[in-house]
């Protein structure tokens, strides 16, 4: 809280002791990390979290996450009108679940929701989970002033969303099971879990609704419901791969008790994960056979309880197409056949149909998901297309855990890394892509082949931060991408004749303001609107000629900005740049330049004192480095960071990932020294920033904005 308080300003944050809260801490021999939710007047910020990570020497080494400033412009009434048990009515009734005689979940939080950009609302977040009828997982954000429902989230992840599958097989298993008073039940005792109460226990709803149901039991220890043994050993094998692998005690990390029940209703075409536990359909036999007869499915909904417990992926959109996507590549780690073909639940789905399957990560497009970014699907439908979008993650991780030099350990590794230590609930395709290679730098160094082969994967399904499209989806003026920060570039891309891009800002002060497009490669026309769709201006010069529109903005009113190609112009690959200049008052704030220095890859030996770059911003208080790569001998080959009296600061040597060094004063250099023999990369500095108390200029505060950003600077 001390390293986020001091640099709170990197977030336009007024105080980190009251806008942050502790949650979570994560811990393990690289090092630790902290996990903070933002609030609002004591009110947790829905979906905003930041983590902060330190190395195994407590040395800070990063920042991620999302933390939205604009939230406190808003003057938000934070004491609701309404109670919780009337947003709770309010729930029952959307869901319509006012008959249901109990639930698995019922939960009522008060959080800040921004149902769109900017439009922040007091609500209860009400969770209900109830299998009384027609089964229902969902939170739904009722508005707590009054009691309109601002939004609902399916949380069921149904593992037939998408495609048909195959069945149970014949084969012969060893069960762990426990005898109480003459009686076996299909209750696990064996595992570490059980020093504090955990076990594995396995039920039957009978071709019922009510959960769990009865506990399997019987007096000779012999098991010949098929579905049952599948359900009951397969959660033991998931238990046993992530206590081993990753060390993690069981979905939740404190030896929760796994609950299954089979045989749930009639003919029943699905499993799924109710917050709670584990529900399997029998299959109705021509579709499908029994759900928890595939370990990977089996693996997959259990997974979906780990994310829960850790990044906690909002399952909607690109989030929720990651939630699939971790699901998804742990079942198929964790079924780890000798001829794994990256195929999801082929072991249940149409049994009459050899080969068949619900997704690959092979090929995603063989069961009509994208498997690049180029072919991400915009739509309302399976929550913003979890299960379909997921293919484009689910092909990354194909790609690298089948290149060479791979296992699926490492793999394992990387992506468990990434799922529990920097992902959060907003986290998108980018994000993930930074998170893998930030873990697998974590891990196997900066250097190695593990991160070349992670960001190569990333960069084959168009998850780029050079050619990709992180402002995606940003198609209308209701998803348009916020805030533009003045006087600061976007590359994007218009990769389909009806693409449209739209951006969204607001000035803080009366003035001019120019919004210009530049380097298209094809002819592309720009818009701004007013809040009411009004048009402000507009330019659509021929050809490839910049465009730009200049008006006088208005303080605190909200402009969309619209990019679309002249006749469905469109490239996949080839960017526009946008910037938007407008006044904007800033005081206490960092500014931001790119600034590239390198020394030579790799750098002679003997290089003592000769290689020196140094930064200077005359009247700043604090200057910054940032560095994207350093490669240095370890101990004999390193860096000095002086401040401008020639002092040395800091000393840096090794493999180290990328990182901030900030001196106070207006000055700061960095010199290499090598000795005589063995060299390596060197470092690449693309980043330099300043700190001016007093500035009030036209220019952003963050080198990235806050939501799309991955590593902010931290001072030692």
Not at 177 to 197: A, E, I
Not at 292 to 316: M, N, P
Request: aromatic residues 12%; charged residues 20%; proline residues 4%.
């Amino acid at each position: 809280m001390a390293v986020l308080e001091e640099n709170r300003d990197l977030f336009n944050m007024d105080s980190a002791q009251l806008e942050l809260t502790p949650f979570d801490t994560i811990k393990d021999e690289h090092g630790q990390a902290f996990k903070f939710r933002q609030t609002y007047k004591g009110v947790p910020v829905f979906g905003n979290e930041l983590i902060l990570h330190t190395d195994a020497d407590g040395k800070v080494t990063a920042v991620n996450g999302y933390y939205d400033p604009v939230v406190k412009i808003k003057g938000l009434k934070v004491k609701p009108s309404l109670s919780a048990d009337q947003a709770l009515t309010v729930a029952k009734q959307t869901l319509k679940v006012t008959a249901a005689a109990s639930f698995d979940v019922q939960e009522s939080q008060l959080v800040v929701y921004e149902a769109g950009e900017g439009d922040y609302h007091l609500v209860y977040l009400v969770t209900l989970s109830t299998l009384d009828g027609t089964p229902v997982y969902a939170d739904v954000f009722v508005d707590a002033h009054d009691g309109a429902v601002v939004h609902t989230i399916s949380k069921l992840s149904m593992v037939a969303a998408v495609a048909p599958a195959s069945g149970v097989l014949d084969d012969t298993k060893t069960l762990n099971t426990d005898l109480v008073s003459g009686l076996y039940y299909l209750s696990d005792v064996t595992k570490p879990m059980f020093s504090t109460g955990g076990k594995i226990d396995t039920y039957s709803a009978n071709y019922g609704l009510s959960l769990p149901g009865t506990m399997l039991s019987n007096t000779d220890n012999v098991w010949s419901d098929k579905a049952a043994v599948d359900a009951h050993y397969y959660a033991g094998l998931v238990y046993d791969y992530y206590y081993t692998e990753h060390g993690r005690n069981s979905f939740d990390n404190n030896g929760a008790t796994i609950k299954s029940t089979v045989h749930y209703s009639s003919n029943y075409n699905n499993a799924f994960w109710n917050g709670g536990q584990m529900v399997y359909g029998d299959g109705d036999g021509k579709n499908y056979l029994a759900f928890s007869g595939a370990l990977d499915v089996v693996a997959h909904e259990l997974t979906h309880a780990v994310t829960t417990k850790t990044a906690g992926l909002i399952y909607q959109d690109q989030s929720g197409a990651l939630s699939e996507s971790f699901s998804d590549v742990f079942g198929e780690l964790i079924e780890n056949k000798p001829d794994n073909n990256w195929l999801v639940g082929e072991a249940i789905v149409t049994p009459d149909i050899p080969g068949d399957a619900m997704r690959s990560l092979a090929d995603p497009g063989a069961y009509n998901h994208p498997d690049n970014m180029a072919e991400y699907l915009y739509t309302s439908a399976d929550s913003g297309g979890v299960h379909t979008n997921s293919g484009i993650p689910n092909k990354a991780f194909y790609l690298f855990v089948t290149a060479p030099g791979m296992t699926q350990q490492k793999a394992g590794k990387v992506w468990y890394r990434a799922l529990t230590q920097y992902l959060t609930s907003k986290s998108i395709f980018n994000d993930a892509r930074n998170a893998t290679r930030q873990a697998a730098i974590d891990l196997y160094g900066a250097g190695s082949a593990e991160v070349a082969t992670v960001v190569n994967a990333w960069e084959s399904v168009g998850v780029n931060d050079s050619t990709g499209d992180p402002f995606e989806p940003n198609n209308s003026k209701e998803s348009a991408y916020a805030p533009v920060i003045s006087d600061t570039t976007y590359n994007g891309r218009i990769t389909s004749a009806g693409d449209e891009d739209w951006f969204k800002f607001t000035p803080s002060a009366n003035g001019n303001v120019t919004v210009l497009m530049n380097n298209m490669a094809y002819d592309y026309d720009l818009a701004v609107y007013d809040a009411t769709s009004n048009l402000i201006g507009q330019s659509t010069n021929r050809g490839n000629l910049a465009e730009t529109v200049a008006f006088s903005g208005t303080a605190g009113a909200t402009y969309y900005v619209k990019i679309v190609g002249y006749n469905g112009a469109q490239s996949s690959t080839s960017v526009y740049t946008l910037k938007a200049t407008f006044p904007t008052v800033t005081t206490n704030k960092w500014f931001y330049e790119t600034l590239p220095m390198d020394t030579p890859h790799p750098y002679p030996v003997s290089y003592n004192n000769r290689y020196q770059h140094t930064y200077k911003k005359q009247g700043a208080q604090k200057v910054a480095l940032h560095f994207s790569r350093f490669e240095t001998e370890h101990t004999y080959d390193y860096v000095q960071i002086r401040d401008k009296n020639d002092l040395t600061v800091y000393t840096y040597t090794g493999t180290l990932a990328g990182f901030w060094v900030t001196l106070d004063g207006d000055e700061a250099s960095a010199i290499l020294f090598s000795d005589s023999s063995v060299t390596a990369f060197g470092y690449t500095i693309d980043q330099v920033a300043y700190y001016n108390p007093t500035a009030i200029v036209s220019a952003g505060m963050l080198a990235e904005e806050p939501k799309t950003s991955f590593v902010d600077p931290i001072e030692e």
